[in-house]
């Protein structure tokens, strides 16, 4: 594909689009941004402020399943890729309260894929992620070819998008790739997700709240790593295909809180086994060979490092993080955490 593009980025005021929009505007310059985000809880303007000003990024705020501005944008900017992150994304939100998850990660899928249909868009990448794969017992790993089974709301949502995004390539032959990643971590994520509410608690001396026996395993993909990972499928992925990405880095959330607070200096007696997440995931593992052989794609970030430049980025810009937890986050967490209680 040629370089000189302009492309609809959805949920790019959010934590993996954020870093994604700011990554492409300083590598890219063929390539033009319309950032489209309703600015959700988790979407702030403040997580991209350097890069609004951009010539060739422009800042929409609006909903993805909004079938007459996402129209609109796509002919009004001749638009030729699309790159959908916009979604909700945090499984404990789902549990609670489903239906926006569905409003926002089918129905908005579904409205940009049919306006993308009729406005003849040449690719359209959705961003997935490996819980559409279910959870793993404590040895395999997800591949393309791993069946679908999703036991949240959060990645029912996300394996219908992923359906549908199939769909379209199989019946009307629009241009898809799907992007299945395991567990982000880095800069500019939202406490509400494990490794920052880990850090900002432990930074303010608080509790840290582990679910069940804090053994259920995940694998840690820098955010930076994972965004390359996206931009190689979208320039290169063959139309079609799903490309799972992954950390190489297996962790136990107790390992991963136990760095953190070796990382802060705090003691181990800040940790609170609290009441397990309903229906919690045991295990996540990606094969990602499919990318690294077709792609030419491997994680650069080596966990230790990549957690460690974390912590460090949290310390420096507590600013940031006191003013997206400004508005309702403390009654989210008050509700979320109250309830829970010791395990
Ligand atoms: P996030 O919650 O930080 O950001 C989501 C963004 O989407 C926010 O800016 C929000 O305002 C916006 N948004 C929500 N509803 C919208 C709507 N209806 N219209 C327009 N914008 C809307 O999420 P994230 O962690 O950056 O995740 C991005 C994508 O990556 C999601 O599709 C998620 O499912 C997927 N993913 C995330 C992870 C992870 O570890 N964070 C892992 C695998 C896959
Ligand atoms: O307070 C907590 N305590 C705790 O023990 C929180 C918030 C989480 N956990 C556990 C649950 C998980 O085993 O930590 C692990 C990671 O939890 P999350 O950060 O909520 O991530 P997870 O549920 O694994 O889902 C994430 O990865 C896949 C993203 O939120 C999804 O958007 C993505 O699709």
Not at 26 to 55: F, H, K, M
Not at 228 to 244: D, E, P
Request: hydrophobic residues 35%; neutral net charge.
């Amino acid at each position: 594909m040629s370089n000189s593009q302009t492309l609809l980025v959805t949920g790019g005021a959010g934590f993996i689009g954020g870093n994604f929009v700011r990554l492409l505007l300083a590598t890219e310059p063929d390539v033009r941004i319309v950032n489209l985000d309703a600015l959700t809880y988790a979407g702030n303007l403040a997580s991209i402020r350097d890069c609004l000003e951009q010539r060739h990024h422009t800042f929409v705020r609006g909903d993805i399943a909004n079938a007459e501005l996402v129209r609109h944008l796509l002919q009004g900017h001749k638009i030729t890729g699309i790159i959908n992150f916009a979604a909700e994304s945090h499984v404990d939100r789902s549990i609670t309260g489903p239906k926006v998850f569905i409003d926002t990660n089918v129905g908005g899928t579904l409205n940009l894929l049919w306006n993308a249909r009729e406005c003849g868009v040449k690719r359209f990448l959705q961003v997935s992620t490996d819980e559409v794969y279910g959870s793993l017992g404590d040895s395999g790993y997800f591949r393309e070819d791993t069946p679908i089974s999703p036991n949240s709301p959060y990645s029912a949502s996300k394996a219908s998008a992923d359906h549908l995004v199939q769909a379209f390539h199989h019946t009307y032959g629009l241009d898809t790739v799907i992007t299945r990643c395991s567990n982000n971590y880095g800069a500019w994520q939202f406490p509400e997700k494990m490794i920052p509410l880990m850090i900002r608690n432990a930074m303010a001396d608080k509790p840290l709240p582990v679910y069940g026996d804090g053994l259920n395993v995940r694998d840690w993909l820098h955010v930076l790593d994972h965004c390359r990972a996206i931009w190689t499928a979208f320039s290169k992925g063959r139309a079609g295909q799903v490309y799972n990405v992954g950390g190489n880095s297996e962790k136990t959330n107790l390992d991963v809180v136990h760095t953190i607070l070796r990382g802060l200096g705090k003691p181990d007696s800040l940790i609170s086994f609290v009441k397990d997440r309903p229906g919690h995931d045991r295990r996540y593992a990606i094969d990602a060979g499919k990318i690294r052989r077709e792609l030419g794609w491997e994680p650069q970030m080596k966990f230790e490092s990549g957690i460690r430049d974390t912590i460090a980025w949290y310390q420096a810009n507590r600013a940031w993080m006191d003013e997206v937890t400004s508005g309702d986050y403390q009654k989210y967490y008050d509700q979320m955490y109250g309830k829970r209680g010791q395990a």
